[in-house]
């Protein structure tokens, strides 16, 4: 059975600084690409930052310079390091995974981020 479990969000003020992580289960993590989407009320899901298998980094214009997308295969577990925090970083940001042969994806249930004011 695929897991996709995320966890580290939560509230925080204005230019702080949070640390997502998603820990995979079920999958040959090393040959996934990965990726952080988010989805804030009323608007359609984004992607944040993606990885791939190699370790080749993407990033949406919104969070370049801020936002830090890394990768453990040892410990399955894809992170999220955001910094500078906007409001407008508020959002439910969900975990991604995407067999790089198969193309199949999976998705983790999500985690809550919202940066006060």
């Known amino acids: 059975q695929v897991q996709l479990v995320e966890s580290g969000g939560g509230l925080v003020q204005a230019g702080g600084s949070l640390r997502l992580s998603c820990a995979a289960s079920?999958?040959?993590?090393?040959?996934?690409?990965l990726g952080w989407y988010r989805q804030a009320p009323g608007k359609e899901r984004e992607l944040v930052a993606d990885?791939?298998?190699?370790?080749?980094?993407k990033y949406a214009d919104s969070v370049k310079g801020r936002f830090t997308i890394s990768r453990d295969n040892a410990k399955n577990t894809v992170y999220l390091q955001m910094n500078s925090l906007k409001p407008e970083d508020t959002a439910v940001y969900y975990c991604?995974?995407?067999?790089?042969?198969?193309?199949?994806?999976?998705w983790g249930q999500g985690t809550q981020v919202t940066v006060s004011s």
């Open positions: 990885i791939t298998n190699s370790g080749s980094t």
């Open positions: 079920g999958i040959a993590f090393s040959i996934y690409g």
């Open positions: 991604n995974a995407e067999n790089s042969w198969s193309h199949r994806v999976y």
